[in-house]
């Protein structure tokens, strides 16, 4: 835990925005120096217990996704090393394999969420109206069901503190344009499919996630953010899968079982977690990267 990096400190640039997990510095003009934290947020809160190593592995599970998904949508990666960037060893030292230089984008004002099973919000969703954020279903669904082919279903993107809003495909519409409301669409799907099959391929199901796209100064889509890690989806063990009930995760799921379990009102300020919950948690999104990412031996 004494390696943890809750909050970090670069002086020779400009902080402009702490989010739920990522600080973001001004690098340039066109770049931000963007260094995910060990901050684990959950139900939009941010947690104050650190989750060791965790901004490590969304940074290094992220650049490979990033990487493997260049064929399908440009990236926000520059490839301009941190230690470029950040003048302070010290600090440099801090940031460790967290930071990365990005271009800078303009953010479009929605999440972009790829949903494969019927679990977590959607099923409370479907068992109240039939619906997954008005998307009619068939009935007489399980929980943990795989949908014939994944929906999509945006949402705002809340600040902290804040819970994020579930939307119809029309307010994206209204938000964004239809053009490019149909962009997001669908190259989130594609996404989604692309990174489903790999991830099956290692044991590991896809059951949801949401993506988060900029545009550049030309107007182009550029994915952003992160990628298909624990933070921004739900990943369940293939070989534990079932009907009836989801299987147990690798994702920040087995912290907001635990939130649920202490009856605690999902607003801030979040309670600590115990000190044996963080380790374990550190050990699943590790556990996670090396199956994805790792050839085996």
């Known amino acids: ?47 104050p217990t650190a989750i060791p190593q965790k901004g490590e592995i969304l940074t290094e599970l992220s650049n490979f996704w990033f990487e493997k998904t260049t064929h399908l949508i440009p990236n926000h990666l520059t490839h301009i090393s941190v230690a470029d960037v950040i003048d302070d060893s010290q600090e440099c030292v801090a940031v460790g394999g967290r930071g990365v230089v990005v271009k800078k984008l303009t953010p479009l004002p929605i999440e972009a969420i790829v949903r494969g099973y019927l679990v977590g919000s959607g099923w409370k969703d479907y068992k109240r109206t039939g619906e997954v954020c008005g998307i009619k279903l068939p009935d007489n669904l399980q929980e943990a069901a795989q949908f014939p082919a994944p929906i999509f279903t945006p949402s705002t993107k809340a600040a902290v503190g804040v819970h994020d809003e579930n939307i119809a495909f029309a307010r994206a519409i ?47 889509l550029v994915l952003m953010d992160e990628i298909f890690t624990p933070d921004s989806s739900r990943f369940w063990p293939a070989d534990q899968y079932q009907l009836g009930s989801p299987p147990p995760s690798f994702d920040k799921q087995f912290v907001r079982d635990y939130l649920e379990s202490i009856a605690w009102d999902k607003n801030p300020p979040a309670p600590d977690l115990p000190e044996e919950l963080a380790i374990k948690t550190a050990e699943k999104y590790r556990e996670a990267l090396v199956k994805l990412t790792r050839e085996a031996a």
């Open 174 to 220: 209204e938000l964004v344009g239809e053009a490019m409301a149909n962009q997001v669409r669908d190259i989130s799907i594609a996404l989604y499919q692309f990174a489903s099959a790999y991830a099956l391929s290692r044991g590991i199901i896809i059951a949801d996630t949401k993506f988060e796209f900029g545009l550049d100064d030309a107007g182009r």
């Open 1 to 47: 835990m004494n390696n943890s990096l809750l909050s970090s400190t670069v002086s020779n640039l400009k902080l402009v925005h702490r989010g739920k997990v990522r600080d973001i510095y001004e690098v340039d003009s066109n770049h931000l120096l963007m260094i995910a934290t060990d901050r684990l947020s959950a139900f939009d809160v941010v947690l």
